[in-house]
């Protein structure tokens, strides 16, 4: 059984369109994250979520918008798509409750995104 | 401005002998520390982590050290097999954030093993 899913694997795309890919975890974490690695293979965290708190960084732009219908979902919806937002995008979840404990975050498989 | 830093893209090594992986970190707030392996079209996977409480941390085959006062952590993999061939990347985060703060990673190592 897979502990992180995303779909889809890969997505290609024009420039301005919207899109959004699913995550969904079955371990039961309380916190899911979306990673952005982009063409020089840094792995940068994007957003950081719980049933309770939206961490967002800064420099995400708000074209960008995480979508939590359930504790065990965190969608990643990106408006008015640019050539720069193609990258690999993964998402992650962990049990660690802020300011309580940290666990290590599992990943999913990642989401190639292509902005043509 | 990165804050943890992995400065050897790529390291051989031969099947039988070790490994050492080196990541150095800028961050005081970092208190927690992992090693991921990534195969290509994958996710990372979590390897092993070390809290900075502790200086060393063993788990089969792999065991992390850290040297706080260097800001320096270490990756060993002892004996390296050809399965271990992969992307490593090391991360830290502030622990007392509990995860909201994200993990930030290093730029990662290709290590390959040489049969």
């Known amino acids: 059984d897979t502990a992180v899913s995303q779909t889809p694997k890969y997505l290609v795309t024009q420039m301005g369109n919207d899109k959004s890919i699913k995550c969904e975890q079955n371990?039961?974490?309380?916190?899911m994250y979306w990673y952005k690695q982009d063409s020089k293979k840094f792995l940068k965290i994007m957003f950081s979520y719980n049933n309770k708190e939206l961490i967002i960084n800064e420099t995400v732009p708000n074209r960008f918008s995480p979508k939590s219908p359930d504790k065990a979902h965190l969608n990643l919806h990106i408006n008015s798509l640019e050539l720069g937002d193609s990258a690999v995008y993964f998402c992650?979840?962990?049990?660690?409750?802020?300011?309580?404990?940290?666990?290590?975050?599992?990943f999913g498989p990642g989401t190639r995104l292509t902005v043509l | 401005d990165q804050q943890v830093k992995q400065n050897s893209p790529s390291l051989s090594v031969q099947e039988g002998r070790i490994s050492i992986l080196n990541c150095d970190y800028t961050n005081s707030m970092f208190d927690y520390f992992l090693w991921y392996k990534k195969y290509p079209a994958e996710g990372p996977t979590f390897l092993i982590s070390i809290s900075s409480i502790k200086d060393k941390n063993e788990d089969g085959r792999f065991t992390v050290f850290l040297n706080k006062s260097a800001k320096h952590l270490s990756l060993h993999i002892v004996p390296s097999q050809p399965g271990d061939s992969a992307v490593y990347f090391c991360a830290a985060t502030p622990l007392s954030g509990g995860g909201a703060d994200g993990l930030t990673f290093g730029k990662g190592t290709h290590l390959i093993i040489q049969p």
């Open positions: 371990l039961g974490h309380d916190t």
């Open positions: 992650a979840s962990s049990q660690g409750l802020p300011g309580i404990s940290y666990n290590e975050q599992f």
